[in-house]
């Protein structure tokens, strides 16, 4: 055993005696969290944070710690996501449609608590709202009772896989509502999320937002390409470290340097409505070049939240998504002529989509 191992071991057998004679002292805990966080011992770093922080609200050193180890844990976008006023506006806007007097709601993935509130205040009978990232579940809760909701709203720190549906929900739901929605769709679990959802949670003939969502791809012309990688560096040339870099660009889909060229095309549909089952399969479609310069595919994603609502961050320059668009750029650019079909392949698995080109059909371009 490595020594390493042995340590993290020991520690992890040593912690709890250690956190029982923690008790108490806001700095110890403190410590303990650090160490929960070297040792593998995710769990237990919001508790003991939280405690210390509730043992010693006025010492700055122990609060500033504590807030790192929290905040660590909580992706940055949460920050941002919940600024994107036409998501919001859209899922607003179908929510309203769905909810009633009598709905019950589960809301998967409570995140900032958005939602869920939207469904209270649409006038839902009663939402549940699970988050399985115990800091954001406890962040949740103290949002939705400082908005007046906690009458309605319970958050529960479990994934939804994890929920049972007659003690934690007393049913299954009327209408479930998520957000685990990534840039490429999927790399949030949405697929098997939405599977046990459809199977244990929802009621028969009940409702789901979004209902359905598309990968789609398109040719594209990116202005800064160029300025990515490496070449000559105080005189040395490094390109050969190019090839470690991420051959998928994470863009914005506001960004001004963005031309897209020709239409798009939908890769991969998902109806989450179904259940499923989703198997992994592989796609090609074809995108018909409309005669500009063309140095990669661009892929962004479509929701369709219901039958009225179509919400899809499309790169628009100068638009604004929280999402993400993904960009493979081509070994070379070129410039094929209006109406050239270029194949563009894909394949996805439950969690991921991998979008590229054989770039052996653009000889002579």
Not at 110 to 124: D, E, H, P, V, Y
């Amino acid at each position: 055993m490595a020594g390493g191992d042995k340590f993290q071991q020991m520690a992890r057998a040593a912690f709890e005696p250690m956190v029982a004679a923690a008790a108490g002292d806001a700095r110890k805990l403190a410590a303990l969290a650090n160490m929960a966080q070297r040792i593998g011992l995710s769990s237990r770093i919001y508790p003991l944070a939280r405690e210390a922080q509730a043992l010693a609200p006025d010492d700055a050193d122990i609060q500033l710690q504590t807030r790192a180890l929290i905040g660590a844990s909580v992706p940055a976008w949460h920050f941002y996501m919940v600024r994107d006023e036409t998501r919001n506006d859209d899922y607003q806007a179908a929510i309203e449609r769905a909810v009633g007097p009598e709905t019950r709601v589960l809301d998967i993935g409570s995140g900032t608590g958005l939602l869920a509130m939207m469904a209270a205040r649409a006038g839902a009978k009663s939402v549940v709202s699970c988050e399985m990232n115990p800091a954001i579940a406890g962040a949740a809760t103290d949002i939705v009772a400082l908005n007046g909701y906690a009458d309605r709203i319970t958050v529960v720190a479990k994934k939804s896989t994890e929920l049972d549906p007659e003690a934690d929900l007393g049913g299954r739901v009327d209408l479930l509502v998520s957000e685990i929605i990534a840039g490429n769709l999927l790399s949030e679990g949405v697929l098997p999320v939405m599977a046990d959802a459809v199977e244990r949670l929802l009621a028969p003939g009940g409702r789901m937002i979004p209902e359905a969502g598309q990968v789609v791809v398109s040719l594209v012309d990116l202005a800064d390409w160029g300025k990515r990688g490496m070449g000559e560096v105080s005189g040395f040339d490094m390109r050969p470290f190019n090839r470690l870099q991420n051959p998928v660009r994470k863009i914005g889909t506001g960004n001004k340097g963005i031309t897209l060229r020709g239409a798009a095309a939908d890769m991969f549909s998902f109806d989450f409505t179904t259940g499923g089952p989703w198997r992994s399969r592989q796609n090609s479609v074809e995108l018909i070049a409309d005669g500009g310069p063309v140095n990669g595919v661009i892929q962004w994603i479509r929701l369709k939240l219901d039958a009225e609502t179509v919400h899809e961050n499309r790169p628009t320059p100068g638009g604004m998504s929280s999402w993400a668009a993904l960009a493979v750029q081509f070994d070379r650019a070129v410039t094929p002529p209006a109406g050239t079909r270029i194949t563009v392949n894909g394949t996805h698995d439950d969690h991921s989509v991998r979008i590229w080109v054989d770039e052996g059909q653009f000889e002579g371009m």
